[in-house]
């Protein structure tokens, strides 16, 4: 097929709001980029983000590799719309009416919530994501918890951003727990069983002795070297602290 015959490759905001050549004539016979996006997140879910190939995802639809260039013109592209089908389809929790500290904490908790379904999907949610629906409509619900508070506009996107920073840092780390768990083939308790009598050998208290009072305290109040939930929890609350002296700086002047 020549230059000037071969059908241009969708660009990426125009596949975010289905809104190129292809999309006002209607789906081509027999596959959508709904159907592609689809595939690639449940792939993305069963098997880990670097199992969704073109290649992979062209068997897993039965068909040509070269076909799905024609709904998506890479795996970047692709990446951007699985995330952005994520936000469109997630959970929100009313904030309207709701104390500041309980708005803010029901967009972290969805957020969360969104990235333990989907592990891959923390890893690959850009900061600057493109522009799409299921991001604009996520955008504008979270920064409705933060309306009214007494930030100006800037600080409202800051507060947000370092709230949603935060999010994903703590859910990559729970999903790097969960993977080293499971690559273990052991809970925590019994990976505590097999390996605490070495450490009481090699952890002396007299040379670590801070190191082994907290640890030991904090092991037996989580049975776990690491509590992801109580994790999230702790550094949930003590981000809404900081926030506490903004919210509450039109109060004092």
Same mark, same amino acid.
């Given at each position: 097929?020549?230059?000037?015959? +071969?059908?241009?490759?969708?660009?990426?905001?125009?596949? &975010? /709001?289905?809104?190129?050549? +292809?999309?006002? =004539?209607?789906?081509?016979?027999?596959?959508?980029?709904? %159907?592609?996006?689809?595939?690639?997140?449940?792939?993305?879910?069963?098997?880990?983000?670097? %199992?969704?190939?073109?290649? $992979?995802?062209?068997?897993?639809?039965?068909?040509?590799?070269?076909?799905?260039?024609?709904?998506?013109? #890479?795996?970047?592209?692709?990446?951007?719309?699985?995330?952005?089908?994520?936000?469109? #389809?997630?959970? $929100?929790?009313?904030?309207?009416?709701?104390? /500041?500290?309980?708005?803010?904490?029901?967009?972290?908790?969805?957020?969360?919530?969104?990235?333990?379904?989907?592990?891959?999907?923390?890893?690959?949610?850009?900061?600057?994501?493109?522009?799409?629906?299921?991001?604009?409509?996520?955008?504008?619900?979270?920064?409705?918890? &933060?309306? #009214?508070?007494?930030?100006?506009?800037?600080?409202?996107?800051?507060?947000?951003?370092?709230?949603?920073? *935060?999010?994903?840092?703590?859910?990559?780390?729970?999903?790097?727990?969960?993977? @080293?768990?499971?690559?273990?083939?052991?809970?925590?308790? +019994? /990976? /505590?069983?097999?390996?605490?009598?070495?450490? %009481?050998?090699?952890?002396?208290? @007299?040379? *670590?002795?801070?190191?082994? $009072?907290?640890?030991?305290?904090?092991? +037996? %109040?989580?049975?776990?070297?690491?509590?992801?939930?109580?994790?999230?929890?702790?550094?949930? @609350?003590?981000?809404?602290?900081? *926030?506490?002296?903004?919210?509450? =700086?039109?109060?004092?002047?």
């Amino acid at each position: 097929m020549s230059a000037a015959t +071969e059908t241009p490759r969708p660009n990426l905001l125009e596949l &975010l /709001w289905r809104a190129g050549p +292809e999309a006002s =004539r209607g789906p081509r016979k027999g596959l959508t980029v709904d %159907a592609v996006v689809a595939a690639a997140i449940g792939l993305a879910d069963s098997e880990g983000l670097d %199992a969704v190939t073109v290649r $992979r995802l062209a068997q897993e639809l039965g068909k040509a590799p070269m076909t799905l260039y024609t709904y998506v013109p #890479g795996k970047a592209e692709l990446v951007a719309l699985m995330v952005d089908f994520l936000f469109g #389809g997630m959970e $929100r929790t009313p904030v309207d009416g709701l104390p /500041w500290r309980e708005r803010l904490t029901a967009v972290a908790r969805d957020a969360y919530a969104l990235y333990r379904a989907h592990p891959w999907a923390a890893a690959a949610s850009p900061s600057r994501p493109p522009l799409g629906p299921g991001q604009c409509g996520k955008y504008e619900h979270e920064l409705r918890a &933060l309306e #009214g508070l007494g930030l100006d506009d800037v600080e409202m996107d800051d507060a947000l951003a370092h709230l949603l920073g *935060f999010v994903r840092i703590a859910a990559q780390d729970a999903a790097q727990a969960d993977a @080293e768990r499971a690559a273990s083939a052991m809970s925590d308790q +019994e /990976w /505590w069983e097999a390996n605490g009598p070495l450490l %009481a050998r090699v952890l002396d208290p @007299e040379r *670590f002795p801070t190191a082994v $009072r907290v640890g030991q305290a904090a092991g +037996e %109040a989580h049975d776990a070297a690491y509590d992801a939930e109580h994790a999230f929890r702790f550094g949930l @609350e003590r981000m809404l602290d900081g *926030f506490a002296p903004l919210v509450e =700086r039109d109060r004092h002047e």
